[in-house]
Structures are given as structure tokens and as C-alpha cells.
């Protein structure tokens, strides 16, 4: 089960994909922390895009054996990603941003960025790690 959503890549765009998100994990019924891991990777990819590309995104999120969350923007260069956030400078109070990179890469247990027809994708993929019962 996946749905796609595409946006305008406005600020109204990661509210909407976290909605759209949580929907689909309760749907499938996914527990609420796996839910909301979910939630927060979709919601800080397309911040991302919405923050640092012009233009729509298109998100795609799909739910098998682990739930996978593509992001597609019209920015042609790949990002470079963290490995995890241990590999993140040093939290600073008075930084705001640029921090959830490295929140996803410890989510996620696959995190990759990489061409794509006219833009990019950004793509997580999280482990379903509690019991789940998956609904019709």
C-alpha cells in the first residue's frame, strides 16, 4: 500500500505530507512509534525541499516489510548526507536549523539522495521494528 502526494512545495507542503503520512500508517496499521518515526523523516525531507528548492515536490511513501519515503524535487544536485547524527557538528543553542539530516539518518536505516528525471530524490527507508497488524 503507498500513496503520492504532490505539492507545492510551499510552507503548507510538509504539513500536508505528514498528514498524508500518518493516514497511510494508520491505514496499514502501523504502531505509533514507527508512525511517528515516519512522520518526522517525511516531515523533514520535504521541509527540506520546500526550504531549499523551488518549485513542487512529490512524495511517495510506501509500506511492505519497512516503510519507504521518496521525496522528489526539482534541485538536480544531490545532497550530500550524514551518516548519522554523531556525525553532526556539536548541538549550538543559538543555531536554529540544520539539524534534521542527521535526525533522519539515525531514523532511517537507509538514507540516499540521487538523480532523477529533472531534479532529484531524496529517499529514507525505516525499519518497521514493532508488531504490527496489517489492515485490508
Not at 15 to 38: H, K, N, T, V, Y
Not at 104 to 115: L, M, Q
Request: proline share 5%; aromatic share 4%; with cysteine.
Amino acid at each position: 500500500m503507498w500513496i503520492g502526494l504532490s505539492l507545492t512545495g510551499d510552507a503548507s507542503s510538509a504539513g500536508e505530507a505528514r498528514r498524508g503520512c500518518l493516514d497511510l500508517m494508520r491505514a496499514r496499521g502501523i504502531s505509533p512509534d514507527d508512525a511517528s518515526s515516519a512522520a518526522i523523516v517525511v516531515t523533514e525531507l520535504v521541509s527540506n525541499a520546500s526550504r531549499h528548492t523551488t518549485g513542487p515536490c512529490i512524495v511517495h511513501v510506501s509500506v511492505e516489510h519497512e516503510i519507504r519515503i521518496q521525496v522528489w524535487d526539482s534541485d538536480p544536485s544531490t545532497l550530500k548526507l550524514p551518516r548519522n547524527a554523531a556525525k553532526l557538528e556539536p548541538l549550538d543553542d543559538l543555531k536554529c536549523g540544520g539539524y534534521g539530516l542527521g535526525i533522519v539518518a539515525e531514523i532511517a536505516k537507509e538514507f540516499r539522495s540521487y538523480p532523477a528525471r529533472s531534479g532529484k530524490v531524496v529517499e529514507a527507508v525505516i525499519p518497521i521494528r514493532c508488531n504490527y497488524e496489517v489492515v485490508a
